[in-house]
């Protein structure tokens, strides 16, 4: 075993243990409430990466939450690798669904890790994915093996939509020069069929707001005569698909990329167990777009999906009310060769198409990202792959993956450089859920592979 | 001028100060956090009552909020007149919209009510109605004038549904004998064009849930693969209308009267100013069901209405989430002879069966209540109708509302009396609505009107 690796495990107890403190800091950005806590955790990463051994580390500031920096230059003339992750996370609510407080991690065997899984929010996105870099950082420190100049960008916007990101790459475009931009922030297959993910969805994300009367009417006096936005805002949802599972906005499909037969087939090889995906989230019956495996309606297919609706009385019993206003928030999962601006603007026209004359419609984009891919020819894919088969050994395969990360584009659009998805998660680690957990086996995995890919993408 | 009428008007001033303080009591019925409100409000009633001058003063327990009673029996050979009212009053919210305080009553002119009206949740639903009873009592003991028995029963849960009053009919059956029931809770055409209530509509109340996936889940990893609760909730409220704005529930429209050619030309006598209507509630255009009009749509025709909606990320900012579960209260009116029990298990029915076979569907009944008809050729109308012409100096309609009393079938079938809708409100007071008021005009109209109705009642 190298000295690296050995380091690696003589460490792990501690590196977990690092990694729970970091996890009780609510870092969520899309709640003001939290504003503290997201710029207590930019001064804890700040401190973990010159406690690595990071140069220059700095919490750069940005018009939203600071970005963390840190290098580490051994030579000008080697290659450079920069990683990104985000030290952010997803509001914790329902509060009431978590076994575990979302800031309280704790550490218990499951039937998928029954070596261990932390739970805690952001323990898989992305806080223990980035933290196993800081980690495999430091052991190659500590070990002298660092083998190329290596550079840290730990953002805190991801969760809404890394708003300060494009801003402060474009400000800081010597500073970042790199060769390849490094992120574990998506997920394996299985650990019994690890993956290195190859392609993105891109997201459109809006809020549409449907207003009936200028003000809430008894429904008695007024009902069954007067557009009522909930009834009206439930019909355009409807709108939205056909019986075929189809989005019905208008030209939606126009720029997506048609996957060869041989493609799909390929794809498919990775096993696709419906059943087990089933009972993983206790449904009976999956559905979606006709003529798609499930495989494919969450990779290569766009989507829409309603990610909250409210309206009217929701309280405690009943309130005979037809409310003024009716409101939803919409995203789409977009894939290459659309983009969102594109899909905005499409949903936003189609969507104020399909609204009643009686009733105003107002659309209100959030962020939105474009969708990716990596061919699996290229020497950075190659490097992640045999990494990662060193560290698992097995046959790591390519994956398309149905997630987001917007970012992946703007840096090669800003800093000319591809991005490598090395994540390290499970599709069962309920991230952007109650109970956000992620496996010990896949944390101490992440570490050990992330030195074997410098040593890979430096010999090629 | 009567005496009887002259006190009325020497003690005006007073009565609405009373009334104001009345009004300051929160006593929302709804809301278990204001349990101790509602009470006091019951205490508050009693006091009125006693001081008026009833005996038997009592706050009578039931399995929920208590019924305030009491009672004036001058000859047990004459007439009673059973007093029916309410107390409690509907949920405040969204308190953003209120430009004075729910709870904090002012008196303001506003274009409808150029004598003032009074601001505050309760002032026409129904504490400044029933007031107007007590106030009128008062005024006709002091003066002597009260030419038959009364009876008073107010009670504090007719905004949940009145769901101790049956089982307190039925305890005090003989204690609350009368020959007719008078509440004043339903409103008039117009100040111009006052009317007697004839018609109610029945009232079926559900709380639905729609489960998809036992957790909640990311949008990226399983957008498309899996069944949206947000979006199959959204798809069957839409199926619960045809393109003509019909229920397309099994059998809904079974049972409902067919209203004759001749008694829907005469219905449609009542002014039915479109453009006036649209305006007062800041619509472009109304919509309902196709072949009536907006006075048929809100009286004689069936409607079904969502009354709030949620599920999924509603705070600020955006995440993106599948929820595992979507909500909504779905209400539906009712006209004769359809029957709240027969509609319950209607939707019920139908809303499983739209489901698709991937969700798991729950239905939830709150309360319902029985249309209901008063014949315009009965002494009870007739007495109203003189009553009311008398007081306003104008003839006055019968009219049918769209909204609901559902204790209304209860008295009848209890008590064996019929009830007599004599309500001083206007269709514009914004009950169950931000800024709900109540004209003093209409206040003071009212108090007049009652013991002439008492006169003409007990001369026939």
Redesign the interface.
């Known amino acids: 075993m190298s000295d690296t690796q050995s380091y690696i495990q003589q460490n792990k107890q501690r590196f977990l243990d690092e990694l729970i403190e970091l996890l009780k800091i609510a870092s969520i950005s899309?709640?003001?409430a939290y504003n503290q806590d997201v710029l207590n955790c930019a001064d804890a990463v700040a401190k973990h990466l010159a406690n690595a051994g990071a140069d220059q580390v700095e919490i750069c500031e940005t018009k939203g939450y600071p970005v963390v920096y840190g290098e580490k230059i051994i030579n000008p003339e080697l290659p450079t690798v920069l990683v990104y992750g985000h030290y952010d996370v997803?509001?914790a609510?329902?509060l009431e669904?978590w076994e575990s407080g979302p800031f309280e991690p704790v550490v218990k065997k499951t039937e998928l890790h029954p070596e261990g899984a932390i739970f805690a929010r952001g323990s898989a996105d992305d806080k223990g994915q980035f933290f196993m870099h800081v980690k495999a950082f430091e052991a190659m420190m500590k070990t002298n093996s660092l083998p190329c100049n290596i550079k840290f960008i730990i953002e805190g916007e991801e969760?809404?939509?890394s708003v300060s990101l494009a801003g402060f790459l474009e400000e800081n475009k010597e500073k970042l020069s790199c060769d390849v931009i490094l992120i574990s922030d998506t997920?394996i297959y299985s650990n019994e069929q690890p993956t290195v993910t190859t392609g993105l969805?891109g997201?459109s994300?809006m809020?549409v707001e449907v207003e009936?009367?200028?003000?809430?009417?008894?429904?008695?006096?007024?009902?069954?005569?007067?557009?009522?936005p909930?009834?009206v805002?439930?019909?355009m949802?409807?709108?939205?698909?056909d019986e075929e599972g189809r989005i019905t906005i208008d030209g939606f499909y126009d720029n997506v990329e048609i996957v060869s037969a041989e493609d799909r087939a390929e794809m498919n090889k990775l096993k696709d167990n419906p059943e087990e995906f089933k009972k993983s989230?206790?449904?009976?019956?999956?559905?979606?777009?006709t003529g798609y495996t499930?495989l494919e309606?969450?990779s290569i297919?766009?989507?829409?999906?309603?990610?909250?609706?409210?309206?009217?009385?929701?309280?405690?019993?009943?309130?005979?009310?037809?409310?003024s206003k009716?409101?939803?928030?919409i995203?789409m999962?977009l894939v290459p060769y659309q983009t969102d601006e594109e899909i905005t603007e499409k949903f936003t026209k189609y969507f104020e198409k399909i609204a009643?004359?009686?009733v105003k419609v107002k659309v209100t984009p959030?962020?939105g990202g474009m969708p990716y891919v990596l061919q699996s020819n290229t020497k950075e894919f190659q490097a992640a792959k045999k990494a990662m088969e060193k560290a698992f050994g097995k046959e790591v395969l390519p994956y398309r993956?149905?997630?987001?990360i917007p970012i992946t584009s703007l840096f090669e659009k800003i800093l000319g450089a591809k991005s490598v998805l090395m994540g390290f998660g499970l599709?069962s680690d309920?991230?952007?859920?109650?109970?956000e957990h992620y496996g010990l086996y896949n944390f101490y995995k992440g570490i050990e592979s992330i030195p074997y890919f410098f040593e890979f993408y430096t010999q090629q």
């Open positions: 899309a709640d003001p997803q509001p609510d329902p669904l969760e809404v939509g997920h969805r997201l994300y809020e009936g009367p200028n003000r809430d009417l008894h429904s008695g006096l007024y009902g069954g005569a007067v557009p009522n909930i009834n805002l439930a019909e949802i409807a709108k939205l698909h989230i206790g449904l009976s019956g999956v559905e979606g777009e499930t309606r969450t297919r766009p989507t829409l999906d309603v990610n909250g609706i409210w309206g009217g009385y929701t309280g405690e019993g009943a309130k005979t009310v037809i409310p009716a409101f939803a928030k995203s999962r009643p004359a009686s959030h962020h993956s149905g997630g987001s599709d309920a991230i952007h859920s109650p109970n």
